[in-house]
């Protein structure tokens, strides 16, 4: 009787859906060489990427999602990967930076929910701000205002589209400086970090002209020492920012011509 070959049983394939998602990885030349928030010429070096990882974040030059490696970024600003690791932390303390054990770190990518309730705090937080600057702010510090706002209506002309970004990010932590509660200014660094990584997820349409002229309004508010105005122009500009969140991300690679607002 003839035996029958036994046919070797085919490789099982892995179902698509079990197979873990590639996740792009930050190019490390995109991280800009920053100074550190506070501007201080003798902060860390883990100050110093800390500040450069934010400054990226918040001109839209990383994407949500991310990965950012260690040593690349390392070689970037010629330190360790310690040294790195601390400024991973320290991101990841300040929400910009999601960490998971034995895979790295990544930029964050909020939730819709975690959107909302940052635009919730910004309103009560820059609210009582408005109220408490408007009774200090000097003539000094409104010259200072309307040269920020000129610069962001320049870059909105060119559509420069970093520097308008963080022009217009930084246009809001400028108001808490004029108040001098260093507490306060980081605060507002924080919220307007995680604002940029909102916007630039979810937000289907901004209009970067229409966003430096709302903070045009809130300035004028200002100088005329109206607070009811000022908090209710406030309130009516970051509900025009948040009234374009969507539940789908935006589009990978997708115009950020019209993007960013604040």
């Known amino acids: 009787m003839m035996s029958v070959p036994r046919k070797t049983p085919a490789p099982r394939s892995v179902p698509s859906a079990r197979r873990s998602p590639r996740l792009a990885r930050a190019d490390a030349d995109l991280i800009p060489d920053a100074a550190p928030l506070d501007g201080a010429p003798d902060a860390s070096s883990t100050e110093h990427i800390v500040a450069a990882v934010t400054r990226a ?14 040593q690349k970024i390392g070689d970037r600003f010629g330190v360790s990967r310690t040294v790195v690791r601390q400024a991973m932390f320290r991101l990841s303390e300040l929400k910009l930076v999601r960490l998971e054990p034995a895979r790295g770190a990544f930029v964050a990518a909020p939730s ?12 009560m937080v820059e609210s009582q701000m408005l109220v408490e600057l408007i009774g200090r702010i000097r003539p000094v510090d409104i010259k200072a205002l309307k040269a920020h706002l000129k610069a962001e209506r320049d870059a909105v002309t060119r559509i420069d589209v970093p520097t308008r970004t963080k022009l217009l990010f930084d246009f809001h932590v400028r108001l808490a400086e004029v108040l001098g509660n260093q507490v306060l200014v980081a605060l507002m660094q924080e919220l307007v970090s995680r604002c940029s990584l909102i916007t630039l997820m979810y937000q289907s349409a901004d209009n970067a002209q229409a966003s430096n002229a709302e903070h045009g309004e809130l300035l004028k508010a200002i100088e005329a ?38």
Not at 57 to 70: D, Q, Y
Not at 117 to 123: G, L, M, N, S
């Open 57 to 70: 974040i918040v001109e839209h030059r990383l994407l949500p999602g991310a990965k950012l490696v260690e």
């Open 112 to 123: 819709v929910a975690e959107a909302r309730e940052v635009f919730a705090v910004r309103r």
């Open 225 to 262: 020492r109206d607070a009811p105005r000022a908090v209710h122009v406030l309130h009516e500009h970051l509900a025009s920012v948040e009234r374009q969140l969507t539940e789908q991300p935006r589009a990978k690679g997708a115009s950020l011509d019209k993007a960013t607002t604040a």
